[in-house]
């Protein structure tokens, strides 16, 4: 079965600092590739994706994401994080064969200190 | 382009009462539908599965005949918590994807909505 991990469940930073969030699945066979932020109060937005191509995708607001299929990781940076990326941030996998569900990770909180 | 709405945004109801939650595609026709589930400070939990004009395929776990799940139109799809309890209190999020040429599905998400069962 296919499963996503998240490694940090709570990061605190200051601001400026440089970010990296972890995500790993589990699954042998292609998959689409997603991050999502939640900023409390609101619902999902998408921040990037991956379908195939470039392994290193750019997305809003100065994130980006590097697929390494080797490693079945997507994770997700930012070199210089700002206050308003407090949010909670969600890692999803989807099969691209079969019944395209989309597996969220468990979620990362982010806490940004001004 | 590709937003979904869902109303209500919010609903509070008694306990033993059932409650619609409706699920729009507004700028696309949705083939497919996603209901899922957050509960406070955790991820989302797909619920079920809706395509357009058959019924929906939940997730293990998930009562089939607690939440009705009807995708009667390409644009429209409804969760119905039956009998609701406390414990179905929860913030419910819908999504929607349409089939693409590409093989693409990715599924657009809805702003949710709160329920809270007293």
């Known amino acids: 079965a296919q499963s996503v991990s998240q490694h940090n469940h709570h990061v605190i930073l200051s601001e400026a600092a440089s970010l990296e969030l972890g995500c790993n699945y589990s699954?042998?066979?292609?998959?689409?590739l997603f991050w999502y932020v939640q900023y409390p109060g609101q619902h999902l937005q998408l921040l990037l994706k991956?379908?195939?191509?470039?392994?290193l995708v750019k997305g809003i607001k100065g994130f980006e994401a590097e697929f390494i299929k080797s490693k079945f990781s997507f994770n997700l940076r930012k070199p210089s994080v700002q206050w308003s990326d407090t949010a909670e941030y969600f890692c999803?996998?989807?099969?691209?064969?079969?019944?395209?569900?989309?597996?969220f990770g468990t979620g990362t909180r982010l806490k940004v200190l001004a | 382009g590709a937003v979904v709405s869902q109303h209500p945004s919010w609903v509070i109801c008694k306990s033993g009462t059932s409650v619609k939650i409706e699920c729009r595609s507004l700028?696309?026709?949705?083939?497919?539908m996603f209901w899922y589930r957050q509960f406070p400070k955790q991820s989302l939990m797909l619920m079920a599965t809706?395509?357009?004009?058959?019924?929906?395929?939940?997730e293990q776990g998930v009562e089939k005949d607690k939440f009705l799940i009807n995708h009667a139109s390409l644009t429209l799809s409804t969760l119905t918590v039956t009998s609701a309890h406390p414990e179905d209190s929860s913030f419910y999020i819908c999504?929607?994807?349409?089939?693409?040429?590409?093989?693409?599905?990715?599924?657009?998400f809805g702003p949710g909505t709160r329920l809270t069962v007293t």
């Open positions: 999504s929607a994807s349409e089939d693409s040429l590409g093989g693409s599905y990715e599924q657009y």
């Open positions: 809706s395509n357009e004009g058959s019924k929906a395929t939940y």
């Open positions: 700028d696309f026709q949705a083939t497919t």
């Open positions: 999803a996998v989807m099969a691209t064969s079969g019944t395209y569900k989309y597996i």
């Open positions: 699954y042998g066979g292609t998959v689409n």
């Open positions: 991956y379908f195939s191509g470039d392994p």
